[in-house]
């Protein structure tokens, strides 16, 4: 069976700090990979996805970087957060066909303070 | 792009009562649609995935309509119960169908009362 997994579970960081977020997945090989973001009782807005290691699309710009240095890895990072980064950050994953359904992680709840 | 407009934001139903949410969307040649549940403080479970071609969706305790004319998503919950209080999603596919097309609702966040 396929697991994801996201961490960390919750961050609390200052304005102008580093940020990480990872996710792995384990049991598929060659997903697609997705990052999205999800402001405080907000919509869902997707931030980048990943068909193939090394290759990253980026769908909208807010200052957030994400990189696939592995199958099974996404990483999403910034080196200077900003209030407006606060939010819940979801890694999903899919089938590498097309319209298959999304599966989730678990989810990072951010808090830039 | 894609638009995708769902509404209400907020809906507030007693236990036993139906449950009515819609999605209208833009691109006619849209082809697959989703529906996603999120407890609060959880991530999102997939509810429901419904190809073009399927007009009536029947699930465990609602149905999904889909009217291809109109662009129109619905999600009916029968017999709402407390357990589904949560926010609910649709998400569509858009044309070329990838997955990195996929546009979400705002989402409605319905609340069940006994």
């Known amino acids: 069976a396929q697991t994801i997994h996201q961490w960390p579970v919750a961050e609390i960081k200052a304005v102008g700090s580093p940020l990480s977020l990872g996710c792995t997945i384990k049991?598929?090989?060659?997903?697609?990979l997705y990052w999205y973001w999800q402001a405080t009782g907000g919509t869902l807005q997707q931030l980048f996805y990943s068909i193939t290691v090394g290759q990253v699309e980026s769908v909208v710009q807010l200052n957030l970087s994400a990189s696939r240095p592995k199958d099974d890895q996404f990483i999403l990072s910034t080196e200077k957060l900003l209030l407006s980064h606060s939010g819940f950050y979801l890694c999903?994953?899919?089938?590498?066909?097309?319209?298959?359904?999304?599966?989730f992680g678990h989810g990072t709840k951010l808090s830039v303070l | 792009g894609e638009q995708v407009e769902q509404r209400p934001p907020h809906l507030s139903v007693r236990e036993g009562d139906s449950a009515f949410i819609t999605c209208t969307y833009t691109d006619p040649n849209s082809y697959y649609f989703f529906w996603y549940k999120q407890e609060p403080g959880a991530s999102l479970q997939l509810l429901m995935k419904v190809f073009s071609s399927t007009e009536i969706n029947e699930g465990q305790g609602f149905t999904v309509l889909l009217n291809k004319k109109d662009k129109r998503l619905s999600l009916n919950l029968t017999a709402a119960h407390p357990g589904d209080s949560a926010a609910y999603f649709c998400?569509?596919?858009?044309?070329?169908?990838?997955?990195?097309?996929?546009?979400f609702g705002k989402g409605t966040k319905l609340s069940v009362k006994s």
């Open positions: 049991g598929k090989s060659s997903p697609n």
């Open positions: 998400a569509v596919s858009g044309s070329g169908g990838s997955n990195a097309k996929l546009t």
């Open positions: 999903a994953w899919s089938a590498q066909v097309s319209n298959e359904r999304l599966f």
